[in-house]
């Protein structure tokens, strides 16, 4: 019985982070391929003007993201976390095979940037309910004593779409010849990842629903207790928490991930197909390391590997990011890249599950949710952004000072709070 019982968690966990995986990929191929749709949306003379205008919708797309997380996070409370993984990825679905088909300004003028913008808010909202949909299922399916190690899988499947989307791009780089890849090749992972929602659809619907959230129904509560009023009014602390302990973190992991295939390109000088290969390969090991990490967070708790992250994000992040732009060959680059994301492994592998460990069942998802798309929205997404608006006045380096106050921000929270390890809300079947 108790082998049975263990075989239904992990199958569980295991079908969680598929569609977590399928979920990121829609998610990041945006931000892989706008090297080369960037000028069929918005054509320019010059390449960072046209990758301001989608580094600017890719920060649109984050703006739906807190309303993405309260209403899916209050649907997840309410109707289950399994309800609310089924309902993200239909949403995600749309939004990329609407960009998939979307013809380009030469064709429709400034409907083309007008329609990719109304894609990437439906997939903002996707996004935004996904995460605490999916963080809150995972710690809650998983056992007291390898939390950290399963709901780590959220980052591995996040990671992994990222490093699927640069794949797929390294793919299509060798096999299309590079006007065929900028006219219309760029459309072929969009529609991929659509087809793929479809499917993961069909697998989230044979999810089990978590014993959590079936005893909060049992006792009534679902049906009052969610809402962001009561958040806010209700569970104060925890919520600003997750706002500051997720700052810093955020804008480290967009600044190492989507950002830098960018900056390897226009700073360091690389070329776009080995610029891609450096970050795919940093990103690969950076998957790895996630369970790593997130197993260690079982051993000497939360709190201790989220201090070591801010401490040495804030020493070394100047440093990486100064001497990364002046690296012309490609293992130095490999490795400075691979440093940033080993430190910034000590928020991505176990943030999940501190947010859920802060909050009571009843209003779990939203707790997670919300205060993350709130931090998420005006750090993380804006980070690209603002990096390249930066560059191109002539004060790059000034990002890299907004990265390091960042980090330093959250590593006064990390400081403060309480290891959620120890004092975990999550209540044990």
């Given at each position: 019985?108790?082998?049975?019982?263990?075989?239904?968690?992990?199958?569980?966990?295991?079908?969680?982070?598929?569609?977590?995986?399928?979920?990121?990929?829609?998610?990041?191929?945006?931000?892989?391929?706008?090297?080369?749709?960037?000028?069929?949306?918005?054509?320019?003379?010059?390449?960072?003007s046209?990758?301001?205008?989608?580094?600017?919708?890719?920060?649109?797309?984050?703006?739906?993201?807190?309303?993405?997380?309260w209403?899916?996070?209050?649907?997840?409370?309410?109707?289950?976390?399994?309800?609310g993984?089924?309902?993200?990825?239909?949403?995600?679905?749309?939004?990329?095979?609407?960009?998939?088909?979307?013809?380009?300004?030469?064709?429709?003028?400034?409907?083309?940037?007008?329609?990719?913008?109304?894609?990437r808010?439906?997939?903002g909202?996707?996004?935004?309910?996904?995460?605490?949909?999916?963080?809150?299922?995972?710690?809650?399916?998983?056992?007291?004593?390898?939390?950290?190690?399963?709901?780590?899988?959220?980052?591995?499947?996040?990671?992994?779409?990222?490093?699927?989307?640069?794949?797929?791009?390294i793919?299509?780089?060798?096999?299309?010849?590079?006007?065929?890849?900028?006219?219309?090749?760029?459309?072929?992972?969009?529609?991929?990842?659509?087809?793929?929602?479809?499917?993961?659809?069909?697998?989230?619907?044979?999810?089990?629903?978590?014993?959590?959230?079936?005893?909060?129904?049992?006792?009534?509560?679902?049906?009052?207790?969610?809402?962001?009023?009561?958040?806010?009014?209700?569970?104060?602390k925890?919520?600003?928490?997750?706002?500051g302990?997720?700052?810093?973190?955020?804008?480290?992991?967009?600044?190492?991930?989507?950002?830098?295939?960018?900056?390897?390109?226009?700073?360091?000088?690389?070329?776009?197909?080995?610029?891609?290969?450096?970050?795919?390969?940093?990103?690969?090991?950076?998957?790895l390391?996630?369970?790593?990490?997130?197993?260690?967070?079982?051993?000497?708790?939360?709190?201790?590997?989220?201090?070591?992250?801010?401490?040495?994000?804030?020493?070394?992040?100047?440093?990486?990011?100064?001497?990364?732009?002046?690296?012309?060959?490609?293992?130095?680059?490999?490795?400075?890249?691979?440093?940033?994301?080993?430190?910034?492994?000590?928020?991505?592998?176990?943030?999940?599950?501190?947010?859920?460990?802060?909050?009571?069942a009843?209003?779990?998802?939203?707790?997670?949710?919300?205060?993350?798309?709130?931090?998420?929205?005006?750090?993380?997404?804006?980070?690209?952004?603002?990096?390249?608006?930066?560059?191109?006045?002539?004060?790059?380096?000034?990002?890299?000072?907004?990265?390091?106050?960042?980090?330093?921000?959250?590593?006064?929270?990390?400081?403060?709070?309480?290891?959620?390890?120890?004092?975990?809300?999550?209540?044990?079947?």
């Amino acid at each position: 019985m108790l082998r049975r019982a263990t075989m239904s968690r992990i199958r569980s966990i295991v079908a969680g982070s598929a569609g977590n995986l399928v979920e990121w990929y829609d998610w990041y191929v945006y931000s892989a391929f706008s090297l080369y749709f960037a000028p069929i949306f918005f054509p320019s003379e010059d390449r960072t003007s046209e990758l301001l205008g989608t580094a600017a919708v890719f920060a649109v797309g984050f703006v739906m993201r807190p309303l993405g997380a309260w209403w899916m996070g209050v649907f997840a409370d309410r109707h289950g976390r399994k309800s609310g993984l089924t309902l993200s990825v239909l949403l995600m679905c749309a939004g990329s095979v609407t960009i998939a088909l979307t013809p380009g300004h030469a064709s429709i003028g400034v409907f083309a940037p007008i329609i990719l913008v109304a894609a990437r808010l439906l997939q903002g909202l996707s996004v935004g309910g996904e995460y605490g949909a999916s963080a809150t299922y995972l710690s809650e399916i998983a056992g007291r004593e390898r939390r950290g190690l399963w709901s780590s899988l959220q980052y591995v499947t996040l990671i992994a779409g990222q490093l699927i989307a640069l794949s797929v791009l390294i793919v299509l780089q060798t096999v299309l010849p590079k006007a065929a890849l900028a006219t219309w090749g760029w459309r072929i992972p969009f529609l991929v990842g659509g087809l793929l929602s479809i499917c993961v659809f069909w697998l989230r619907r044979g999810l089990v629903e978590t014993s959590s959230f079936v005893a909060i129904k049992a006792q009534g509560l679902t049906e009052k207790r969610s809402g962001a009023l009561v958040l806010f009014r209700e569970h104060p602390k925890a919520a600003f928490t997750v706002i500051g302990l997720t700052a810093g973190g955020t804008i480290a992991f967009y600044a190492y991930t989507t950002y830098i295939q960018k900056f390897l390109v226009v700073t360091s000088g690389f070329e776009k197909e080995v610029a891609t290969r450096i970050t795919a390969a940093a990103l690969l090991v950076f998957m790895l390391l996630q369970p790593v990490v997130g197993a260690l967070s079982d051993r000497v708790g939360r709190r201790p590997i989220m201090i070591a992250f801010g401490v040495l994000g804030t020493l070394f992040t100047y440093p990486i990011m100064t001497t990364l732009g002046n690296t012309h060959t490609v293992l130095p680059a490999f490795g400075l890249v691979l440093a940033a994301l080993v430190i910034v492994s000590g928020y991505t592998a176990i943030n999940a599950v501190v947010k859920a460990e802060l909050f009571p069942a009843e209003i779990r998802a939203l707790g997670v949710a919300l205060p993350y798309a709130i931090a998420n929205t005006l750090f993380g997404g804006t980070a690209e952004w603002v990096a390249l608006k930066l560059k191109s006045s002539g004060h790059e380096r000034v990002f890299f000072v907004y990265v390091t106050v960042g980090i330093a921000v959250s590593l006064v929270v990390y400081v403060f709070m309480r290891d959620t390890r120890k004092h975990s809300k999550i209540v044990e079947d």
